[in-house]
Every structure is written in structure tokens, then in C-alpha cells.
């Protein structure tokens, strides 16, 4: 891969791969007037990565600039080569890079500008009233995070593991199409950071328990939090609501609850529309609460799950095992102090936590 950039000039040029793929350079200056300093009210989300505010270049293109809240752990010359890898994974539910800026100690990600903001903040945040998710919607923002998360555990090679899958990281177009954003970003990190946050509202409840307690990250701790953000889309509900009775905060239990009544349906949004399928939505539940088993060996693979959600593989649920949810001492305040030792940590469940198997350890790596 042959990189050529200047930085700290305000000079800019593109970076090219041998398979002409390009990643723009942008200077800091650039930047700051894109986003007007990093205006507050530029300001349209934040998470594990860091900061991203909406910003306009100087050609009227829209995009989103997020600004990395870790220095990264490389040179600039390798920060700008990563990223060019990263810019040739093109798929339809995966975010554009567009662009970067590396100068000095700033490392910032241009992406395209995605209209209907995450699903966090239109389904199930205070946006939640802008925009109508009708059943059909609903389908197509499941069917099509599964198969941008099949696509970089599947297709990829190495395969990439995303590791902070929730619906704050999926970004929805003008058509109510999903992508996936912050995939293949853990390398630009220091070998001893994490870009997961557990101080960001609603991260810990995608975690799954064996990388909540352990750090152990394979493709099935994707699919566990894939099964949590399926399980709001259907319900139109977050994964964790501390103000509802004790009993209804943790909507993995409720669902199982619900699945054990042999009630199912009850769980369902209210305000999904005359086009909802119960069927259907029945068994995005069930595949929901397939993905978020505390076994990982249990947990189908994301293939699988899209052939399940598309109807062209059956459902099983004959060995489905009650989910493990992580406790309330991580809710509460006390992430920064998260224990090493499973025996110490609040599983709100009856299963064991599966060891990471020696096929998952060689075969997978997070980039």
C-alpha cells in the first residue's frame, strides 16, 4: 500500500492503494472551520471512539467528523495506511469513510453525513417522534444490521469484529437504511485503550458477559449485543429503563419472560403500525434471544441469523437457554471498577459463561 500526505501545511492530498481506493486528508483547519471549532451545537453524538459533530466542507458536502478521544498508538503515515484498508471495506449497511486528519496528536474521521441520525436517538431516544417505524421499516433495518455485521465477520479476511455493536453505532440514511458505523477502528487505539466505554449511556447492556467480565472478544460477542439491538427494534424499547418497576428493567429478561408465558407478542412495540407481521416479529424475538445466550458456543453465527430473519431458515429454539444480563452494580455507577473475576460480578442468570475456544482464539482478530 503507497500512502503519500502532508500534514501541519494545510496541504492535503488523496491516499491510494494499489486497488485505487482513496481516503481524503484533510488539515486540522479545515476542520475546526467545518465544524465551527467543534461547536457545541455541531455536537450530534458521542461514544467509545470519541466525539462527532456535524460539519460542512468548504465544497457544501455534509459530512460527520468525529474526532477520536484516544491518541492513537501509531504514526501518522500508519494511521492514514489503516484507515486506506478500512476504505475499501464497501458495503450497503456499513458507513463511507471519507476522509481523515492526522496532524499532531488530533486523529478525526470524516464520514458521510447520514440524515435520520442512529437508531438510538430516532427509535428509541428523543427523536423517537420524527420519524414513523412502521413493521417493514423495522425489517429492513434488521435484515440489513445482520447482514453488514455477517458481511465483516463472514466476508472479510482476516474477519473484523466490531466489538461495540448498539444502536447508537447504527446510523440510518434518508431511506431508513442502516449502517453500521465505528467497525474496524480498534487498531488506531493504544495496545492498552478500550473504545468501550462503559461511562456512555447504554453500553454496558450490549456487552456481552464473557467481554464484560473477561475482555474476551470474538464474533459471538457481536452477535450477543446483534441479539439486544434486534430485541429493540421489535420492542421499541432500550435495554436497560432503571425508571420501570424492578422486574421490567432489563428487556432480555422481560423478553424471556414473556417467551417462557408463551407470550411472545405482548413484548411487541404498540406503535409499529398496521403492517406488523406477529409471526414475523415473533421470530426476530426468538433469534433475538438466540444471539444474546450467556453460552457462546449456543449463539448462531451471523450467516445464519440472516437466513433466520429472511424466513429461509427455521428457528430453532429447542436448546435456547435464558440470556445472562449484566447486573445492576454496572448500572449504577461503578463501571470504572468493573471486576476481573466473573465469581464477583452480578450475571443476573443461571447459565455458566463459556471459555473462549482455542478455533475462536486463532481465527479471529478485531481491527
Known amino acids: 500500500m503507497a500512502c503519500c500526505f502532508m500534514c501541519g501545511t494545510g496541504m492535503k492530498q488523496n491516499t491510494e492503494n494499489e486497488g485505487g481506493s ?3 486528508i484533510f488539515s486540522y483547519r479545515e476542520m475546526r472551520k467545518a465544524t465551527h471549532d467543534f461547536s457545541g451545537a455541531n ?15 468548504k465544497d457544501g458536502t455534509i459530512v460527520a467528523v468525529k474526532v477520536l478521544s484516544a491518541s492513537s498508538r501509531q504514526g501518522i503515515r500508519e494511521f492514514v495506511a489503516e484507515l486506506t484498508a478500512i476504505s475499501d ?5 456499513l458507513v463511507t469513510l471519507v476522509g481523515c486528519c492526522a496532524e499532531g496528536s488530533h486523529r478525526i474521521l470524516v464520514y458521510n453525513y447520514l440524515e435520520n441520525n442512529s437508531l438510538s436517538y430516532t427509535l428509541l431516544g428523543s427523536g423517537r417522534s420524527n420519524i414513523r417505524f412502521n413493521w417493514r421499516a423495522r425489517v429492513k433495518i434488521a435484515v440489513g444490521v445482520a447482514r453488514g455485521l455477517a458481511y465483516l465477520h463472514e466476508e472479510i479476511r482476516p474477519p473484523i469484529i466490531h466489538r461495540d455493536i448498539k444502536a ?7 431511506d431508513l437504511t442502516p449502517k ?3 467497525f474496524g ?15 456512555v449511556a447504554g453500553t454496558i447492556g450490549y456487552l456481552a458477559p464473557e467481554y464484560a467480565v473477561r475482555g474476551q472478544v470474538t464474533k459471538k460477542s457481536d452477535i450477543y449485543s446483534f441479539g439486544v439491538v434486534l430485541l429493540e427494534i421489535v420492542t421499541g424499547r432500550c ?11 432489563f428487556l432480555l429478561e422481560r423478553t424471556w419472560t414473556y417467551y417462557e408465558q408463551r407470550k411472545l407478542e405482548e413484548i411487541i412495540d404498540a406503535e409499529v403500525g398496521e403492517d406488523l407481521n406477529v409471526e414475523e416479529a415473533c421470530r426476530f424475538l426468538k433469534v433475538g434471544l438466540l444471539c444474546a445466550q450467556d453460552a457462546m458456543k449456543l449463539r448462531p453465527n451471523m450467516a445464519n441469523i440472516v437466513l433466520m430473519l429472511t424466513g429461509e431458515k427455521e428457528v430453532s429454539m429447542d436448546r435456547v437457554t435464558k440470556p445472562a444480563v449484566i447486573g445492576d452494580p454496572y448500572l449504577n455507577g461503578n463501571n470504572d471498577q468493573r ?24 481465527t479471529e482478530w478485531s481491527l
Open 43 to 57: 455536537k450530534i453524538g458521542e461514544g467509545g471512539f470519541g466525539s462527532v459533530f456535524r460539519g460542512k466542507l
Open 22 to 24: 482513496k481516503v481524503k
Open 180 to 182: 453500521i458505523s465505528d
Open 239 to 249: 435495554n436497560h429503563n432503571s425508571r420501570l418497576p424492578h422486574g421490567d428493567q
Open 339 to 362: 471486576p476481573s473475576n466473573a465469581d464477583t460480578t452480578t450475571l443476573r442468570s443461571f447459565a455458566t459463561t463459556e471459555p473462549l475456544t482455542s478455533s475462536e482464539a486463532n
Open 185 to 199: 477502528l480498534a487498531r488506531l487505539l493504544p495496545p492498552n485503550a478500550t473504545h468501550v466505554s462503559t461511562k
Open 168 to 174: 447508537s453505532n447504527i446510523l440510518l440514511d434518508k
Open 89 to 93: 471495506i464497501v458495503h450497503e449497511n
